[in-house]
């Protein structure tokens, strides 16, 4: 009767070297490997000064996922943001704004840090500037032909 570890390693007779085969059982042409055994002066293969498969893949793929985050990331939400902070400043009393609410109203009172909006004729609301979102619609005939 035969055991699992007989059926994979056969067990070296004297004087020969063992060959160590993973999966397949023992090499057939008898030599070792470079994979298994390492070379011919007993050093094992891959020792030295060699890099590891794929590592530079692996850099160059790092490197690659930052340029297309900041492309398709940093570089937008910076231009937003500085569009935003642009528009905040350009706001002047008697504009026509929607808030980040969906609050639509007119510039009663400005000052640095709060806008005032003019809601109806007798309705006046407070807001931080921030709150601002956009510009309400133009009118008709201000916006371009065929949009």
Do not use: C
């Not at 009172?109 to 510009?135: H, P, Q």
């Amino acid at each position: 009767m035969r055991h699992d570890f007989e059926a994979i390693y056969l067990l070296p007779q004297e004087g020969e070297r063992p060959d160590i085969a993973f999966g397949g059982g023992p090499s057939t042409d008898g030599e070792a490997t470079q994979a298994t055994q390492g070379t011919a002066d007993g050093t094992g293969a891959g020792t030295g000064d060699q890099e590891q498969p794929g590592s530079s893949g692996f850099w160059i793929m790092l490197a690659l996922l930052f340029v297309f985050m900041w492309l398709f990331v940093i570089r937008p939400e910076s231009r937003r943001r500085k569009q935003q902070q642009e528009f905040q400043s350009s706001l002047t009393k008697g504009d026509a704004v929607v808030t980040a609410g969906g609050l639509h109203g007119t510039i009663a009172a400005i000052d640095e840090t709060t806008v005032t909006l003019k809601v109806s004729d007798t309705v006046r609301m407070k807001f931080d500037r921030n709150a601002v979102g956009r510009r309400a619609s133009a009118p008709a005939e201000e916006t371009p032909a065929g949009k």
